[in-house]
């Protein structure tokens, strides 16, 4: 007998602020099966945070802390030289915000998913990866991290004994080496939504896609990436969840197993 | 047998942010039972916190959410026409993220006082009144709600089914009907540490003080409010401290009784 | 010989943060003559005001710093209980950003427009009113003030010594006695941009508009506000300006007098 | 015919921040002769910063801008990779910002310092250096730009046209290089305030210091750093300012030549 086929398709989303909105939650979240919501730093001002987890909830998607730098102006893309112990806090900070609204929307944060900058970073820099670590481990030990497919940032988290989920990325191209072909590239990023819907199903079937080089390259993806922030995202997320599901291959948050 | 005699001694704490400091949370803290504590709205930058809530947590002292508009640049003094749903998120996000940094201090986040411009307007405004108290509810309806004795807000809060502690200011007068004199009149604000220790064990003792107009006023007292942030109050709670040690009128947080 | 008939049209721009668009600037400013440009209090990112003023040099738009409350989550549309003395150097530091942002931009700063909240209390606030006047008096007072037409800011502005521009909604009901509806009443907002071009035309040939109630209202107009940050607001302006146009009425900013 | 011999003191100032202080301008200014005065990226509410400005005239104290990384939380002090396009602009914003400041208070904004993160960052990052120096240019090509003595940003800044000024620190160990000790090292900060005094004395007279190493290292030095933010560092301007008028040597912003 054989087990289901499953993934988890996550999207970052209460990217909103105040008067400004960005992406198009209640577009996105229908298709996919974790949301990462933003905290506050980056972006998320409380209401429009709480609206956002009201939506996660009703739709049943499971629901992740988007930590960031703190930087609104800058929306957590630049690279920050923050000192350990203020990383630490300003990530318990933003996990504890969000679980409380997570509370009032009757659902739970159950996962970490740092943003942008702070994403590319701690994914090699050991220092700053710590400081997240730490966090993590001081508000809830259960909490999953999510973070790059193969990444350093993978290791040093298990080893401090916290729950990992390796993330691919859908619309990227991918070096022989696993490693990710830089956005300064040509042909780093894919926009056909019929191929990228293609690279996810291989992934999850083959474990791995053909890098840019020819090769076939193995990426473990306990979840993938689909981006959220435009109209031609919510189409490409479309193009993969129709897919998956002509595959029958289930969407499914990671926190649950079948 | 008589039951000894015990009242709550809270302090505004936790009021630093990034390199500024503000108030000596570490020669005020030991002299009190609570500590209402910045959540980063008006003060209190991640790290700070983090470090006022471990002192709290090794001192024994209770900690409470000091919760304010969002308001930086005026320290949460300025009153703010926030909309009911923005301010019930902004409620929620703050109380949230002190009880994730509680967590890392091993302690836990017991009740919560409004500061500044929010304490004084939902003591009479229903509206914002309100919309505090369901922020309240939605996190935790076990957590106390820190109000102005005699103030309406405390039968709104206590109709919701929320536990409310009554606070006096040991050194404010008070007219005959048990309002506070408002600072901008003369006699407002007593500054004998001496006066202020004694009238603090009249609300204990009697249940009330001297008007202004010279009357007794009763005034319930379940904690007693000591200001921080400065040296003379340091001196000041010193004096009231050592008073009620010598009356053998404990001290002691609201949230344990003996 | 007639003196042609001429009009400033103006519009909200500059409204964009960071990440977060908001209105269409490129869409709006090339149908009126001054631009409104937000100064980061409650919007405007620094380098998203400098392509703003960019744009309105290239068309040949007047500029003018629409400052505001210190109140980015709320967008400058909540009143707040400002100090005076707060208010004022808040509104000279605004002043001096977009200054130096449009002497970047080849452009100069010609007026004054408070936003949101603020510009709604010092219509009738004398004490903040008193804190707006001063600013723009110490930076330049040759910078005009853009006040609700028929409020008394415009007679504490002109005895300041300031130049007032009167400005009229385009897109709003008046009262039989000048005063605005309030947005809560039905029909305070028009939505039909024939009818409000229709509007527009009448208060600049017979200096007043039919009110609410039926009668004539005289109200004087030295500019017209459209707004800018919807689709439909777009439609509204072109429609506006186009029938400007067909009438013979010139659009120009009141700074400039043919 | 000899000319007297002169250099320019000057100290961080205006890094207060509505509620918190930070420094004592009062007791620090009266001994400079120019101000890097905060421009609320980092520091200084614009009512803080008017009064700084206002002392700052009244000593007939020269006004620089202490243009930051918009870092309020982290003072200004983490590095921050930042787009080009959005410091040149956050840089001409805070400088034009400060200069309606100034001109409330009946000053000028003669001189241009970056702070913290930024100023070291710029010093040797050609790409950030760039951008500053086009802000400046673009708000007023006669601020001068304080840089660090015998940093590349000197050079590029001269090519570019500004005037430089050349800044060495009376508080700190520099190698034979002429390179600043780093403060990871032992001995990188001086302590005692007559040594310190004789240091400065030495850069004027002899045009440079003993290094770490012993030998003598030439440091150009137009300006020279003091600190504002303690007890000590008061003191320690005291006893510098004591000394250079003890030797005859005139305490005068570089801005004015006799």
Redesign the interface.
Known sequence: MTQALQIDLNSDSGES??????GDDAAILPLVSSANIAC?FH?G???A??TTLRTAKQLNVAVGAHVAY??????G???????S??L???V??????????A??AETVVSYVKPHG?LYNTIATNERQARAVIE?IL???SRLALVALAGSPLIDWAKAAGLHTVAEAFADRAYHADGMLVSRREEGAVLHDPQQVAERVVQMIIHGGVQSIEGTFTPIQADSICLHGDSPGAVAMARAVRQRLDAEGIRVQSFGVRA
């Not at 893309?77 to 000192?83: E, F, S, T, V």
């Open positions: 602020y105040g008067q400004w909105s960005m506050g972006a001002s409380p209401a945070l709480l703190p930087d609104l102006m800058g929306f893309r630049r690279n920050m030289d923050i000192a112990d203020e630490t806090a300003d318990i900070y933003q996990i504890g915000a969000l679980q409380a609204l509370k009032a900058a966090a001081a508000v809830d």
